[in-house]
C-alpha cells in the first residue's frame, strides 16, 4: 500500500493582488513542502486564473471574491497528483468543499473563510453541503473568525466572539464526528493566530477540524509564523491511508428471530441433532458445543440464501416498475400493479433501514424523511471508532501499520495479564478471624435451570455477543429448547473446574479513556465481550453473592451493593470539607487512583479473600472453574491478535466481577480501620477513616505524620498482597482547615505534594470554594446539554423524539447533580428551562401556560 502522508495547511494571506507578495507567498508554501493549502482571503477574481496557476506551478481550485475583499482556494503541491470527484464552491468566496482522492486514498477538504458578523447560517450552509458528500474522512480547515473557548482560545479583551456562528459549528462537531485537532493534542494551553492591529487582542481563529478517526493519524499539528499577514498559518501532518478491514467474527443477526422459517430450521436442528445417537455419547459439554457449531454453520448459510434472494428481488421489482412505466398508463390494472410494487420497493428499502437502525443502536425515526445515509454512517462510525489507527510502542516510536498495532497491543496485555507473586498473608496477618453469621449455603451447589433462566431473562436484549457469536436474544427465543443442554454444559465445568474452549474465551474491546492521549494503549479500558453460556452462569453465581454480601461488605462501601447510594459518599466529603474549613479542623483527604485496578488483582488473592470470610467449598470452585485457563484476543480493524493466556484480573463485562472486586477491597478496609494508630478525622465524636465506591477510595486522615506513612506503608503492602498498585503520582492529598495555608513540611518525605485546586471524584469536582463547585460542576454540564441539543436541533424530529432526546441524552447530563449536590440557583433552573422548551417547541415567545408545561416536562422525567 501506499501510504497518504499529507501536510496540509490554513492561511489567511490577506490579498493575493499584488504580483510581488504573491511570488514571495508561493515560494514561501512550497519551500515548506506543503501539499494541500487552504488559502483565505485572495481577493481574486475570475481574470487572475490562468496566471496563478503559473506561477504556482499546480492546480489551484478557486472560489471569488472581489478584487479587495473574500476569495478562497486550494493549492495542490506540484508534484501532487489528485483526483476531485466532487467540487462545491461558494459564489461568494467563502468556502470549497472538495472530495479528493489521492495514492487510492478519499477524503473531503474544506476551505472556509467565516464572516466577520456573528452569522450562524453560513456554518449551516456550508454543513448542508458537506452532508451531502458520501465520503466521511474530513478534513476542514480555515479561519473561522470566532474562538471555541473564551479562556483558552483568547487572551484580553471583551469576552465575547460571534456566538452564533460558533454553537452552529459546535452542533456540527458533534454531527459529523468533527474534533478540533490542535485543541485536542494541546487541552489545557492557550494559542493564538491571529492578533488584533487596533488592541493588541490575540485569538485563535484558525484551525483544522478532522473527523475523530483520523485523529490518532495525527503526526503533528502546530503554527508557522506568517508572510505579510497578521494570521499564523495553520499545518496539519496526517497519514490519511487506509487499511483493508479485516473479517471481523461471526456475530447472529438478531432480525433473523422474526423469521418463521428461520426458526422452523432451527427447532429442526436441534431436534435432529439431540435425537442422534451418536451425539448422545458426547459429554455434555462437547454435545452443546457441537450443537452450536451445527446451529452456526446452517445460520450462515441460510442468511447468505436469504440475501441472495434479497437481491434478486430488489433487481425484479425494480425491473418490473421500469417496464410497468413504460407499458400504457390508461390501464387500471397496470397501475394497480404498479402501485403494489412501488409499494412492496418501499417495505423492502424501509426493512432494511430498519436493520440499518438497529446495528446503529439509534432509538429514533424522524417523520416524513428516513435518512438512510445517516444512520448508515452511525452503523460504520461506531466500528471506526473501535478502531485504532496509531499508537506509540515502548520506546515512543508510532505504529501505524495495523499488524503492528497489534503485536503492540497482544504485547501489553499479555503482560498486564501475567500473574505477578503475591503473599496475600500480609493482609490477612493483620485482621482478626472473621466471626460468620452468614448462611452459605445460599451460595453452595450446582446450577439449577430455575437460576439460569432468571439470569438469561434479566440480560438486555440487543448486546454484542461474545466469540461463538451467539447473542442473548438467539438464547431468550430457544431457551425452552436448548436450555437443558446449556445447564448440563455449566455443571459438567464444575465437576472439570473448567469451561469448554469456547466459554472460556473472550473478545476485549477496547474503549478509550476521556481526556487521554489515545495514541498510549495505556489509555484505553479493556471490556471483554463474554459469551452467553459464561455469562449465564455468571450471573447466577453473582445473584447468589448478592445474597449475603450486604453482611460481609462495610458501610463504608457504597458501590453494587443495593439500598446504598453513591450519593451518600459525595454528600459527606462535601460535609466534611465544608465543615473542617469552617472549623479549622487540620487534616487531609487522601484520594486514592489504583493504576489497572480491575485488570491487576491476583487470583490467589480473591481465593484467600473466599476462604477469610469462610465460604464453601462449591462457591470457592465456580469461581475457580471461571478463570482456570480462560484467555482472550482483541479485533483491531477487523483483525485479530490471537489468542494470549489470561492469569489475572476480573473481567469488565463479567457479572461476577464487580462483587468480588468489593469483598477483594473490603479487605484494604477493614485493614485500615483495624490499624488504631492510622487516625482519621473524629467530628462530634464520630471518627471516619475512609469511604469507597468499588475502587474509588477516599481516606481522611487527621494530618498527622504517623497516621500518613502507616497509611503509605499498608498500601504498599496491600499491593504485595493483592497486585492493586496505588498511583502515588496520581492520587491527591485534599489538606483541610489550617492545612489550606500552612503547609506541613513533612510532605515532601514521602514524594507527595498537596492538591490546592478541584479534585475530580465520583464523577464530581471537589473544590473549597462553594462557588467554583457550582461553576465546575452544573456550568459543564449545562454547556454539554447544549452542544447536545444543537447536535440534534438540526434533524427533523417528531415530537416523540425530541422528548427521547431530552430525557435520555440531556436531562441525563444533570440527573446526578441534582442527586448529590447543593441546589443551584434559580437562574440556573431557568436556562435549563429555557433551552429544552426551545429544543422542544422551538425558539417562539413563551407564555405563561408554555412556561408551566416546560416545567412539567422536566418534574416528571423519570
Given at each position: 500500500m501506499v501510504y497518504s502522508n499529507l501536510k496540509f495547511a490554513s492561511y489567511n494571506c490577506r490579498g493575493l493582488r499584488n504580483a510581488d507578495k504573491r511570488h514571495m507567498v508561493f515560494a514561501y508554501l512550497h519551500r515548506h513542502k506543503l501539499d494541500i493549502i487552504s488559502i483565505q482571503e485572495t481577493h481574486s477574481v475570475l481574470s487572475d486564473e490562468r496566471r496563478w496557476r503559473t506561477e504556482w506551478g499546480n492546480d489551484i481550485i478557486f472560489s471569488h471574491g472581489t478584487n479587495t475583499s473574500k476569495g478562497v482556494a486550494v493549492l495542490f503541491r506540484a508534484d501532487l497528483?489528485?483526483?476531485?470527484?466532487?467540487?462545491?464552491?461558494?459564489?461568494?468566496?467563502?468556502?470549497?468543499?472538495?472530495?479528493?482522492?489521492?495514492?487510492?486514498?478519499?477524503?473531503?477538504?474544506?476551505?472556509v473563510y467565516g464572516p466577520n458578523i456573528d452569522n450562524a447560517t453560513f456554518f449551516h450552509t456550508v454543513y448542508e453541503h458537506l452532508e451531502s458528500l458520501k465520503c466521511d474522512n474530513i478534513i476542514c480547515g480555515g479561519d473561522f473568525n470566532f474562538v471555541f473557548n473564551l479562556t483558552l482560545d483568547k487572551y484580553g479583551g471583551v469576552q465575547k466572539t460571534n456566538f452564533k456562528a460558533r454553537d452552529a459549528c459546535l452542533s456540527y462537531l458533534d454531527k459529523f464526528s468533527l474534533d478540533d485537532v490542535w485543541r485536542t493534542r494541546n487541552p489545557l494551553s492557550s494559542g493564538f493566530t491571529w492578533t488584533s492591529n487596533i488592541d493588541n487582542i490575540p485569538c485563535r481563529l484558525d484551525f483544522f477540524l478532522i473527523s475523530k478517526k483520523l485523529v490518532n493519524k495525527v503526526i503533528d499539528c502546530y503554527f508557522q509564523p506568517p508572510l505579510q499577514s497578521d494570521h499564523?498559518?495553520?499545518?496539519?501532518?496526517?497519514?490519511?491511508?487506509?487499511?483493508?478491514?479485516?473479517?471481523g467474527y461471526w456475530k447472529f443477526n438478531n432480525s433473523l428471530l422474526l423469521d418463521p422459517a428461520y426458526i422452523d430450521l432451527v427447532n429442526s436442528l436441534i431436534s435432529n441433532y439431540?435425537?442422534?445417537?451418536?451425539?448422545?455419547?458426547?459429554?455434555?459439554?462437547?454435545?452443546?458445543?457441537?450443537?452450536?457449531?451445527?446451529?452456526?454453520?446452517?445460520?450462515?448459510?441460510?442468511?447468505?440464501?436469504?440475501?441472495?434472494?434479497?437481491?434478486?428481488?430488489?433487481?425484479?421489482?425494480?425491473?418490473?416498475?421500469?417496464?410497468?412505466?413504460?407499458?400504457?398508463?390508461?390501464?387500471?390494472?397496470?397501475?394497480?400493479?404498479?402501485?403494489?410494487?412501488?409499494?412492496?420497493?418501499?417495505?423492502?428499502?424501509?426493512?432494511?433501514?430498519?436493520?440499518?437502525m438497529i446495528r446503529s443502536k439509534a432509538r429514533w425515526v424522524e417523520e416524513g424523511k428516513q435518512n438512510s445515509k445517516y444512520f448508515l454512517s452511525l452503523e460504520k462510525r461506531n466500528k471506526q471508532y473501535n478502531t485504532i489507527y496509531k499508537l506509540n510502542d515502548t520506546r515512543d516510536i508510532p505504529l501505524t501499520i495495523n499488524s503492528d498495532i497489534l503485536s503492540h497491543i497482544r504485547d501489553f496485555y499479555t503482560e498486564l495479564y501475567s500473574s505477578h507473586?503475591?503473599?496475600?498473608?500480609?493482609?490477612?496477618?493483620?485482621?482478626?478471624?472473621?466471626?460468620?453469621?452468614?448462611?452459605?449455603?445460599?451460595?453452595?451447589?450446582?446450577?439449577?435451570?430455575?437460576?439460569?433462566?432468571s439470569a438469561l431473562f434479566s440480560m438486555p436484549n440487543g448486546k454484542s455477543p461474545g466469540s461463538d457469536g451467539f447473542s442473548t436474544d438467539f438464547y431468550k427465543k430457544f431457551w425452552p429448547s436448548i436450555g437443558t443442554f446449556v445447564l448440563n454444559s455449566l455443571n459438567y465445568a464444575f465437576e472439570l473446574q473448567m469451561l469448554s474452549c469456547e466459554q472460556r474465551r473472550g473478545i476485549i474491546t477496547l474503549i478509550p479513556k476521556p481526556e487521554k492521549d489515545p495514541c498510549y494503549i495505556a489509555n484505553y479500558r479493556p471490556i471483554a465481550l463474554l459469551n452467553t453460556d459464561y455469562k449465564i452462569a455468571a450471573k447466577a453465581i453473582a445473584s447468589r453473592l448478592k445474597k449475603v454480601l450486604s453482611s460481609l461488605i462495610g458501610n463504608t462501601q457504597t458501590g453494587f451493593m443495593s439500598n446504598r447510594f453513591i450519593g451518600e459518599n459525595v454528600r459527606f466529603v462535601l460535609d466534611l470539607i465544608d465543615y473542617s474549613n469552617h472549623n479549622n479542623i487540620p487534616g487531609f483527604l487522601f484520594f486514592l487512583?489504583?493504576?489497572?485496578?480491575?485488570?491487576?488483582?491476583?487470583?490467589?488473592?480473591?481465593?484467600?479473600?473466599?476462604?477469610?470470610?469462610?465460604?464453601?467449598?462449591?462457591f470457592t470452585t465456580w469461581v475457580r472453574t471461571f478463570y482456570n485457563n480462560t484467555n482472550s484476543c482483541i479485533f483491531n480493524n477487523g483483525f485479530s491478535t490471537g489468542y494470549f493466556p489470561?492469569?489475572?484480573?476480573?473481567?469488565?463485562?463479567?457479572?461476577?466481577?464487580?462483587?468480588?472486586?468489593?469483598?477483594?477491597?473490603?479487605?484494604?478496609?477493614?485493614?485500615?480501620?483495624?490499624?488504631?494508630?492510622?487516625?482519621?478525622?473524629?467530628?462530634?465524636?464520630?471518627?471516619?477513616?475512609?469511604?469507597?465506591?468499588?475502587?474509588?477510595?477516599?481516606?481522611?486522615?487527621?494530618?498527622?505524620?504517623r497516621s500518613l506513612e502507616l497509611t503509605i506503608q499498608l498500601l504498599h503492602d496491600f499491593r504485595r498482597a493483592s497486585g492493586l498498585k496505588i498511583n502515588l503520582q496520581k492520587s491527591h492529598l485534599f489538606p483541610l482547615g489550617p492545612f489550606l495555608t500552612n503547609h506541613p513540611t513533612f510532605i515532601s518525605y514521602f514524594n507527595l505534594s498537596l492538591h490546592l485546586g478541584p479534585v475530580k471524584f465520583l464523577g464530581i469536582t471537589f473544590t473549597h470554594n462553594g462557588d467554583d463547585l457550582y461553576r465546575l460542576n452544573y456550568v459543564t454540564k449545562l454547556s454539554r446539554l447544549k452542544n447536545i441539543l444543537n447536535v440534534w436541533s438540526t434533524r427533523d424530529l417528531t415530537p416523540v423524539g425530541r422528548n427521547i432526546i431530552v430525557k435520555s441524552f440531556a436531562l441525563s447530563q444533570l440527573v446526578y447533580l441534582f442527586q448529590v449536590l447543593p441546589d443551584p440557583p434559580d437562574s440556573f433552573i431557568n436556562e435549563v428551562q429555557t433551552t429544552i422548551f426551545d429544543f422542544l417547541f422551538g425558539q417562539k415567545t413563551r407564555t405563561r401556560s408554555e412556561e408551566g408545561q416546560c416545567t412539567m416536562i422536566i418534574v416528571t422525567v423519570d
Open positions: 497528483s489528485p483526483t476531485v470527484s466532487k467540487k462545491i464552491t461558494d459564489v461568494h468566496g467563502r468556502f470549497i468543499i472538495l472530495d479528493i482522492t489521492v495514492n487510492n486514498d478519499i477524503f473531503t477538504f474544506v476551505c499564523q498559518i495553520v499545518i496539519l501532518h496526517c497519514d490519511i491511508s487506509t487499511e483493508p478491514r479485516g473479517p439431540s435425537s442422534d445417537p451418536h451425539n448422545l455419547n458426547q459429554n455434555p459439554a462437547s454435545f452443546w458445543e457441537g450443537l452450536k457449531f451445527t446451529i452456526r454453520n446452517n445460520t450462515i448459510r441460510f442468511s447468505k440464501l436469504k440475501a441472495n434472494d434479497s437481491r434478486i428481488y430488489e433487481k425484479n421489482l425494480i425491473k418490473k416498475i421500469a417496464q410497468l412505466e413504460s407499458d400504457s398508463m390508461s390501464d387500471e390494472n397496470l397501475l394497480r400493479e404498479l402501485k403494489d410494487a412501488r409499494n412492496n420497493l418501499h417495505l423492502l428499502y424501509k426493512n432494511k433501514l430498519e436493520g440499518i507473586y503475591s503473599n496475600p498473608d500480609i493482609c490477612f496477618s493483620l485482621l482478626p478471624d472473621f466471626q460468620s453469621i452468614v448462611d452459605y449455603d445460599l451460595c453452595e451447589g450446582p446450577l439449577d435451570i430455575t437460576e439460569c433462566s487512583d489504583f493504576e489497572k485496578a480491575f485488570d491487576t488483582l491476583e487470583w490467589n488473592f480473591i481465593y484467600a479473600t473466599l476462604h477469610y470470610f469462610k465460604f464453601g467449598n462449591n489470561v492469569n489475572r484480573g476480573v473481567r469488565q463485562g463479567c457479572p461476577l466481577s464487580p462483587y468480588l472486586f468489593i469483598l477483594c477491597t473490603e479487605i484494604l478496609a477493614r485493614v485500615i480501620l483495624n490499624n488504631a494508630q492510622i487516625q482519621g478525622i473524629t467530628i462530634l465524636s464520630c471518627e471516619t477513616k475512609l469511604l469507597q465506591y468499588a475502587d474509588d477510595t477516599v481516606l481522611f486522615l487527621n494530618g498527622d505524620r
